[in-house]
């Protein structure tokens, strides 16, 4: 049988071990799947929001670029909002999305993807449409070099339906590329000097250091220098380990506050982060009088963007190891470095109170949870009202155990988790997942529940009820907006749509109840959510 596009380019795949699909077809998709390969797998998402954040959610857990494969343009709409999560969470995806027959392009028929490069910008890295059926190979070859080199992201290429059947004078070329940055040695020695001359210094690490494999480098370059650990505000990912002594929280994400934070630190340095992930404005200096500031980042759009510091170019986790061995010890003060009750949260808590009605607080809820909490288990958490409290009572001590979004637009970690989970199946790992959100954030990605019950993946789903947007109204006291309309959600069975999609799901209030069940849920075939109705309460975001 002669060479075609088609049979080129899954060879070329199955060499860069892209032999893994997340997608929902459509008919400009079918011609590219045809007769799809027995060695391949394609995990069906319901909606194409849910097949990117699945796609991050392997990738993340299998150290592994992804395809997904949406709808021309529509679809790729629909996978907007997850896609830059996918950017911010510097995921290597390479996302494919059929395009309309060349033939009838100039008269943009039903399905067209007009202008089919600008539509995914800015989120991806590269993104591109083949002049040439015989392009399509090389396009994908340059794809998945552009996902995975640093900064690693995701990439998007727009494929006529009519390609895939032309003819290939083949095999296409295979190439390597390594994904590190080195950092410049000299710059790096300057920084090592101005940390070894600090009285005292602050290490600042973001989530590019739990996804490098870099948690015993932090701790090396940490202990070395007896420094205070913060982790960068908003992270995505654990950076260092919570029960470590020099480890004392996450940075606000707000001006004043953080600069507030940092007072008393004569060095300070930024590794695997930006400078500064801020959301809500709150006035004040960038950065408290006396404090000298370093970043070091793959990124030079971080780099080029921040406001203050001095800047590096070149892998965290690199750097860090580096710094490590560069820096002069010092002696440990043996002082206690106070540590913030909420750990890696941004905000503190709301006052701690006990439950007075019928149903428990999310921190009486998150105590339960803790109580039962399996080894090595890896949370995922979209509950941004009630993210304080998880964290007080879910210390994060392993590398890779809690993932949540970079960008935070709700819809991803649901899905996520669905991919995280995959990843732990198919890597052999099989930690336990559990993924804990609100009613709210619930609604965004809902039919990736499907994916989940289809595949049979030991997920726990703890849906947290309370009959809001909590969050926004935290943003309401902040911003002095009372009376904002759309704040409440009542009226939704969050069971039934969990049966619905294939899901052992029930309603809990009972605590005690609650344990038992998600004890036995841990070692049980296939995902169960609980919705647990829970007592609103408005955190303080400062």
């Given amino acids: 049988m002669s060479a075609t596009v088609r049979s080129v380019t899954y060879d070329l795949l199955r060499k860069l071990e892209l032999t893994t699909f997340f997608g929902n077809p459509g008919s400009t998709e079918e011609t590219f799947l045809k007769d799809f390969p027995a060695d391949f797998t394609y995990h069906l998402a319901l909606q194409e929001a849910s ?119 083949g095999p296409a070329v295979v190439r390597t590329v390594s994904r590190r940055i080195a950092p410049d040695l000299d710059r790096l020695e300057e920084f090592a000097d101005l940390l070894s001359r600090a009285a005292n210094p602050a290490l600042i690490f973001g989530a590019a ?205 649901l899905p996520a988790s669905v991919g995280i989970a995959l990843g732990e199946r198919d890597t052999g790992r099989r930690r336990p997942v559990i993924m804990v959100i609100g009613d709210g954030s619930f609604q965004y990605s809902v039919q990736s529940l499907w994916t989940a019950a289809r595949e049979k993946l030991p997920i726990v789903f703890i849906v947290l009820r309370n009959g809001e947007y909590g969050i926004l109204k935290s943003f309401a006291v902040l911003e002095d907006t009372p009376g904002v309309p759309g704040l409440d959600i009542p009226g939704i069975d969050i069971v039934a749509l969990a049966k619905g999609y294939g899901c052992t799901a029930e309603r809990i209030t009972d605590l005690a109840a609650l344990k038992a069940k998600v004890a036995a849920a841990f070692g049980g075939d296939g995902p169960h959510l609980f919705e647990v109705p829970i007592d609103p309460s408005i955190p303080p975001l400062i």
């Fill in 51 to 169: 097949a990117i954040a699945i796609a991050d959610g392997y990738a993340q857990a299998t150290g592994k670029p992804a395809i997904v494969n949406v709808h021309t343009a529509a679809g790729l709409g629909n996978a907007m909002g997850n896609l830059i999560t996918a950017s911010l969470n510097k995921t290597p995806l390479i996302v494919t999305a059929g395009q309309q027959t060349r033939e009838m392009l100039l008269m943009e028929p039903w399905l067209t993807n007009v202008d089919s490069t600008q539509l995914p910008r800015p989120w991806v890295k590269w993104a591109y449409e083949p002049a040439r059926a015989e392009d399509v190979p090389a396009a994908f070859m340059r794809a998945y070099a552009t996902a995975v080199q640093a900064p690693a992201g995701p990439v998007f290429l727009s494929l006529p339906l009519d390609d895939w059947d032309k003819p290939f004078d």
């Fill in 209 to 413: 250091i739990d996804r490098g494999h870099g948690w015993s480098a932090a701790v090396a370059l940490a202990e070395k220098l007896d420094a205070t650990v913060w982790a960068a505000p908003a992270s995505e990912r654990a950076p260092f380990p919570e029960d470590h002594p020099l480890y004392v929280g996450g940075l606000p994400f707000a001006i004043g506050p953080l600069s507030e934070r940092l007072k008393g630190h004569d060095v300070a340095i930024v590794i695997g982060a930006p400078v500064f992930r801020y959301y809500p404005y709150v006035a004040g200096e960038y950065l408290p009088a006396g404090l000298r500031l370093l970043h070091i980042s793959d990124d030079p759009a971080e780099t080029a963007r921040a406001p203050v510091g001095d800047s590096l170019v070149g892998d965290a986790v690199l750097a860090t190891r580096a710094l490590a061995d560069l820096v002069k010890a010092r002696a440990s003060s043996g002082a206690s470095r106070p540590k913030l009750s909420h750990r890696m949260a941004p905000h503190p808590a709301a006052e701690p109170k006990a439950s007075t009605g019928p149903v428990p607080t999310a921190a009486e809820v998150f105590a339960a949870l803790a109580e039962v909490r399996p080894s090595h288990a890896v949370l995922v958490e979209e509950s941004p009202s009630n993210l304080a409290d998880l964290h007080r009572r879910w210390p994060i001590t392993e590398p890779a155990t809690f993932f949540t979004f970079a960008s935070g637009g709700l819809g991803w970690n």
